[in-house]
């Protein structure tokens, strides 16, 4: 069955008339949004032509709400052709489950090395291009970084088929990294990429020199503490509803406390132009099988397992929790709660260091580059190069 009948059985699925309103689905507003940099000059090149974008902490904050005009803006391809990622982008080419696939990646080698690297994993809502920041920081303290885009997301294959799982991505990262001669890193996952490198971790701990939690989910198990399960064709339905208005509107709530800043705009056009493009219902696709994933495997229950040194650094306003729009009021008070969420992380993990930044969300590392980047390096230091 190709892609385009097996979309329509999605959306004339009786599940999906049953949805509720999806966690990116806004009604748009009219007004301007406040201190907005949607501007061409950094979303617009071709991929991997190594532009830059506009650096995290560079703009005024702003408490009020970010409201658009309307959804207009870029329209990228299914890969996000179009978009342009901070260093050049390479293609790993393998097979899996029976499907050849590509994994989108930057590698980038420091002018000084220091013997380390680090592999960047992202969360659902980002790209690799979004460690933009964190490159250049780690690259100029002579890291060998290595970020990739993993299958179903960004600039990698979004398959029709895939039986998406924790240990299927682990697997293709680490089938990557050996392609590279990597078999000693310092895994740093953040959101979704959190969960991602607990499970590598797990998976491959004589090769994890060190593992970096930046606000990860997975810390909790939604499902356990009452979130109603959603079918993969709830979850495509909701996600054909992505607009640029509906992602900001979500970001700026959960992510970053009510606050919004001119450098997040960019981020969020990454996103939107790929449902403004004319590979919308595969990326939707993608996404929706993904959401599954997220949502039905959780590794809360293993942290007791890591055995290398791990750093957890946490915005304590962060309040994620996936599917906490479609819970109870009842359950939705009781569930992404990070500044409980880390310490018991930390409680649970036998060598965890735990880093709180008490003013900052979803995405520190993007909120306040400087504090993070000081607590990252000056936790990568403290574990030997040579251990």
Sequence with gaps: MNFRRQSLFAILSACVLAAAPGAFSATPASGAVAGSAASS??????AGSGGSHAQPGSAATSAAPAVAVDNSGPAY????QGFNYPAPVE???FTSQGVALHMAYM???????NGRTAVLLHGKNFCAATWDATIHRLSDAGYRVIAPDQIGFCKSSKPEHYQYS???LARNTHALLESLGVTDATVIGHS?????????ALMYPHETQQLVLVNPIGLEDWKAKGVPSLSVDQWYERELK???DSIRRYEQATYYAGQWRADYEPWVQMLAGMYRGPGKQIVAWNSALLYD?????PVVYELGHLSMPTLLLIGQKDTTAIGKDAAPPDVRAKIGHYPELGKAAAKAIPHATLVEFADLGHAPQMQDPQAFHKALLDGLAAVPANR
Excluded: V
Aim: aromatic share 8%; net charge negative; with cysteine.
């Design 166 to 168: 924790f240990q299927q």
């Design 293 to 297: 994933m997220i949502c039905t495997q």
């Design 242 to 244: 992505t607009t640029a």
């Design 41 to 46: 000059g950094h979303l617009g090149g071709s």
């Design 192 to 200: 979704t990429g959190g969960m991602l490198a607990i499970r590598y």
């Design 107 to 113: 590698d980038i080698k420091p002018e000084h090395a």
């Design 77 to 80: 391809g299914p890969e996000l």
């Design 91 to 93: 293609q790993y080419d």
